[in-house]
């Protein structure tokens, strides 16, 4: 999209600036003056519905700061590359940023709307930038399934065992930090002062 000059905003981008390209393209830029760009070719593909899911995807980059946590992640991977955690950070939260900023599009436009909006922004020819988090980028297939078809909530099983697990974790390091104390108690070899 290098060379292409910002045209008038109309009502449909709600402050986006729309550039003339007849790729469908949506991305957002953070910096100083945090922008959300719309090709001219995404509003022509896009219905209503679907733009006003696009637009908060990208929005919701720029307000959950999700350039800072990818930044962050990119730099942990380059100083210490050793780390398996950190190898695979960078690529783990770009997908998080990317699920969590389509959360934020289907509360405001609908699962619908953004899965169809996913699909004609995925095109092979997409020119998006680099540094740029665009609605499309990361693992469409997959989130797609995911907008359409949510995970089904927890059984009562489930929920009643991850609830254990969570007090476990809670509990286990307080009993293993107090079991010296309570075997001196057993015993009766209790310091007096």
């Not at 991305?27 to 679907?50: E, K």
């Not at 996913?118 to 095109?123: E, G, I, Q």
């Not at 980028?137 to 949510?150: E, S």
């Amino acid at each position: 999209m290098v060379g292409a000059a910002p045209i008038a905003v109309d009502g449909r981008t709600r402050g986006a600036v729309v550039l003339e390209h007849p790729q469908p393209a949506a991305y957002c830029v953070a910096g100083r003056c945090p922008t959300v760009i719309v090709t001219t070719g995404a509003m022509a593909a896009l219905n209503s519905g679907q733009l006003n899911a696009v637009l908060a995807h990208e929005r919701a980059h720029l307000a959950g700061r999700h350039h800072a946590l990818k930044a962050v992640a990119r730099i942990g991977r380059q100083v210490l590359p050793f780390l398996p955690l950190l190898r695979a950070a960078e690529a783990q939260v770009a997908r998080l940023a990317e699920l969590h900023a389509d959360d934020a599009a289907i509360r405001a436009a609908g699962a619908r709307a953004l899965a169809t909006a996913l699909v004609v922004l995925a095109t092979p020819a997409q020119a998006t930038p680099t540094p740029a988090l665009a609605a499309a980028a990361t693992d469409v297939l997959q989130r797609i399934h995911r907008i359409l078809r949510p995970a089904e909530p927890l059984g009562r099983l489930r929920r009643l065992l991850l609830r254990f697990t969570a007090a476990a974790l809670v509990l286990v390091p307080v009993l293993v930090a107090l079991t010296p104390a309570v075997v001196a108690l057993a015993l009766g070899r209790v310091p007096t002062a």
